[in-house]
Structures are given as structure tokens and as C-alpha cells.
């Protein structure tokens, strides 16, 4: 629990961090004065101010913020002296791109995450193999004797030239012993096997994860690119997958009122960040990029308190030509963030209730002592 929460949060300080550096940096380049940079959340333990702009280290250390003059629209706020460095007095382009510049940063931070781990444990590369990932157990894989990093040459003779083929040969013959061919190191071997005609749900006939996907290394001055490639083509996929699900998750909220059960809120990412903690460095850097991602997804949709709900009010300017009322913006951006904390606490309950009903008492136990 101990490794959990520390984890949890230097993932999500780094993650935020990265996410208001974005900001400060585009705000700078704007000249857009950057009264405050925190670290962490207030109150203030210690301070310095160089320049125009005050650093923070701040006594909760989780995530950070920064703090642009001029944020909030306020009437009357060119009667400061300083008002020309105020974000609301900058162009609508400018302050779109610091807007957006946070999510932008979590964005290239994905990419960043997934490139190391490609240029350090390799390339994944689609082959015509069946290879053996995983083994389910009590299931007929592993009672044939089938292991991890077996390839599947042949099913009853017939050599296999895909992994649709070897699915496809094995539910044909549900129910009937069939013979695979098994290359396992430097030898090949013959197995038995009966797949099941009525498996557990989400198991399949002979209980084996299989892909056609392996690890390829190649020159060490290749890596890095490669890598890079990689990593972006994975963050891209990974928006793809995020979107999809977001846009399922809102239908189910709006539609048809019910709170998704596969959403994660704080307790359920630090649950599985604890799980992530004991596989390793790697994993971690793959769960950061992961939830970078998911949260720069989350952070431009065009609703009030995000970084989206922001920049529809700068559409809204640029379609109109004037500016939204402060009030109006104030209440708006109020509003949004009563909704978003409620339904957090929803789903930080729904977490709750996931994580004590899959875990036996011993279990439960263990999530409560911190060590």
C-alpha cells in the first residue's frame, strides 16, 4: 500500500507538472505575465521569486499549478497598469495556444514514455507466428503442458500460416483431441489436447493467450528512432482507443444515467498503480503515458472547468466578437466543477466497492496496513 500511494503520487505530480510547464512556457513565449508556478497545492511551505514569477513549494505534494495574471476576465481590468500582460488582453490565437498548450505537453509526454520503453526492450513486430503469451489456469493449455513462449507450428498436421487460422482450426474441433506441433527452444514437440465446447466466459476453447506479435531488437543506434516512431504511432492508437471509450462512457452518464463501472476515479488508478509499481520501471513508464493520454483526452472535451470548456468560450468569441460576461464564464465554470467532483465521488465509491468485493479478507486487510 505503502509502494501504492507513493507511486501514485509521482506519477501524477510528473504527469500534471509536465501538464502546467506546457502552459508556463506558452504563456511566457506570449508574454502573458506567470504570477505563480506551484508544486503542489497550498498552503505555501516555501517561496522564491525570480523575475515576475513566484515558485512554490506548497505542503500537499500532489501535481502543481500555475497561475497567469489576468486568467479570471474581470471588469475593469485594463485599468491596471500591468494589464498588457494579462492573458484576457492577449489575441484569441494566443491564448487558444497556451490553452492548449497542457494538454499538448501531455500528449508529447506519452510519446516520450512509450519511445524509451520501445528503444530499451524493442520493437513490437506482427509475424506470422503463434506465439504462447499466457496460460490460463485450470484450463486445457495448461493441463496439456503448454508454456509461455511456446509457438504454435501446426494443429492436427495442417501448418499454420496466421493466428485467424489457428482459431479458426481450433473451433472446429471442440470437443476432439487434437495434436498441436509445439516449438519450444531448440526442439519441437507433439502435444495432446482437448478444447473445451463450453469454456468460462472470456477464456476461449483451450484457455491460451496467443499473439502473433514478438519483440524485435534491432542495431543500438537504430533503437532510439525506432523507438520514437513507435512511441508515437502507440500514443495515436491509444487516443483512438480513449476517444472511443469516452464517447461509450458519456452515452451511458447521459443516456441512460448510470455511472460507468469501468471508470477509474483516484482510488481505482492508485490500486492499479500499485500493481503497475511491482512489475517494474517499464511498466510504470507504459502506465504514464497511458494516463497522460487518458487525461489530455479528458481535459480538452469542451465542458466548463477543463481546458476545453475554456477554449469553446474563445469560439464563441471569435464567432460573436465579443467577449463572454465574467460572471457568466465564472458561473459556468463553477457549475462544471460541482458536476465533476460529484461524479467523482461516484466513481471513487464505485472503486471502493470494486476493489473489496474482488479481494478475499486477507486481501483487504493488506490494502489498509501501510507496508
Known sequence: MFLSIITFLVVFTVIILVHELGHFLTARKAGIRVEE???GYPPRALAKK???????????????????????????????????????????RQRAIVIISGVTAN????????????????????TERVNVVGILSQSPAETAGLKENDVV??????????????????????????????????????????????????????????SN????????????????VEGFKAAIALVGLVVSGLGRILSNLFVRGQVPTGVAG????????????????????????????????INILPF??????????????????RRPKPSFEAWTNAAGMAFLIIFLLLVTINDIKRIFMSTDLLEKIKTILPF
Open 213 to 228: 506479435v514478438e519483440i524485435k531488437k534491432y542495431p543500438l543506434w537504430q533503437m532510439p528512432f525506432r523507438g520514437t
Open 304 to 321: 466548463p472547468a477543463l481546458d476545453g470548456g475554456r477554449l469553446l468560450f474563445i469560439v464563441y468569441e471569435a464567432i460573436t466578437k
Open 266 to 297: 483516484p482510488v481505482g488508478i492508485m490500486h492499479m498503480t500499485g500493481i503497475v509499481a511491482h512489475s517494474g520501471i517499464m511498466a510504470v513508464l507504459q502506465f504514464v503515458g497511458l494516463i497522460s493520454v487518458n487525461l489530455a483526452i
Open 37 to 39: 508556478f506551484g508544486f
Open 107 to 126: 500528449f508529447l509526454l506519452a510519446i516520450v514514455c512509450f519511445s524509451i520503453v520501445y528503444s530499451l526492450l524493442g520493437i513490437p513486430t506482427q
Open 50 to 92: 525570480i523575475g515576475k514569477t513566484t515558485l512554490s513549494l506548497n505542503w500537499l505534494p500532489f501535481g502543481g499549478f500555475v497561475k497567469l495574471l489576468g486568467e479570471d476576465l474581470k471588469e475593469g481590468y485594463k485599468k491596471s497598469k500591468d494589464y498588457k500582460e494579462a492573458f484576457w488582453y492577449k489575441s484569441r
Open 153 to 210: 507450428l501446426e494443429v492436427d498436421g495442417q501448418k499454420l500460416d496466421n493466428l485467424d487460422q489457428f482459431i479458426a482450426l481450433v473451433d472446429e474441433k471442440k470437443g476432439e483431441e487434437i495434436g498441436l506441433l509445439i516449438g519450444r527452444g531448440n526442439e519441437n514437440l507433439t502435444l495432446a489436447i482437448e478444447p473445451r465446447e463450453t469454456p468460462p466466459e472470456g477464456e476461449g476453447p483451450l484457455g491460451v493467450i496467443v
